[in-house]
């Protein structure tokens, strides 16, 4: 199974721009990265997921390394209710499909 | 659209004793989860069902039982409780294996003394 290694935790500060990174060196050649965040007393929640070229979404955009060893999770303007741990997830088909969970990034944003 | 939706929403237990978590979907998903959450940890996998009828178990599944009599409901039962299940329980769905997005839960934060 792949594995992915993230910081422990980053700041930020409010309508500024977060990069958040992982790095993913066993990842397979067709296998697409996820994101997930965790707000305070939440369940996870999807955020973005990409397979080799970057993408956008509402919530963010994901910046993929050529190599596809590691990938970069960008908010483009941190807010508050950005605060949160966020997961980078390898793709698991056994098991139901199920998500690694590590211990991610926990992002604290200050005003 | 409801979501996941999960009861209750905290309980405390004593040692010994036996509850039923209840997770619902609306979504007509085949795939669900149960998965725990210790403090300042990630989520560990319990059980999980493909479908109506069949489950399977995931990392952690001594402890605990489920069922998967229709689509919607996924209850996870736990027999005998210890205080090494004091933990968050996440009921989550997707339509698909493959499928890019997981939908989670609220939640129940379950104490056991």
């Known amino acids: 199974d792949a594995k992915t290694t993230q910081p422990n935790s980053m700041e930020s500060n409010e309508e500024e721009p977060v990069h958040l990174p992982c790095n993913h060196s066993t990842i397979s050649g067709t296998d697409y990265i996820h994101w997930y965040r965790q707000l305070p007393s939440q369940g996870p929640e999807y955020v973005i997921h990409g397979l080799t070229s970057n993408v956008n979404n509402r919530m963010a955009s994901l910046a993929i390394a050529e190599d596809r060893k590691s990938s970069t999770l960008i908010l483009h303007r941190a807010t508050l209710r950005d605060a949160a741990v966020y997961y980078c997830?390898?793709?698991?088909?056994?098991?139901?499909?199920?998500?690694?969970f590590g211990q991610g990034t926990e992002l604290s944003v200050k005003p | 659209n409801a979501g996941v939706t999960q009861t209750p929403k905290f309980r405390i237990l004593k040692i010994g004793q036996s509850m039923t978590l209840q997770c619902a979907q609306d979504m007509n998903h085949n795939y669900m989860y149960w998965y725990r959450q210790d403090p300042g940890m990630g989520l560990k996998l319990i059980y999980y069902?493909?479908?109506?009828?069949?489950?399977d178990k995931g990392e952690v599944p001594n402890g605990y039982n489920v069922s998967r009599s229709t689509t919607e409901d996924f209850p996870l039962r736990l027999e005998l409780a210890a205080p090494s299940q004091t933990s968050v329980y996440f009921c989550?769905?997707?339509?698909?294996?493959?499928?890019?997005?997981?939908?989670f839960g609220p939640g129940t934060r379950l104490t056991v003394t």
């Open positions: 997830i390898p793709p698991i088909y056994n098991q139901g499909g199920k998500l690694i």
């Open positions: 069902s493909v479908g109506a009828g069949i489950t």
């Open positions: 989550a769905s997707r339509p698909t294996r493959k499928a890019y997005e997981q939908y």
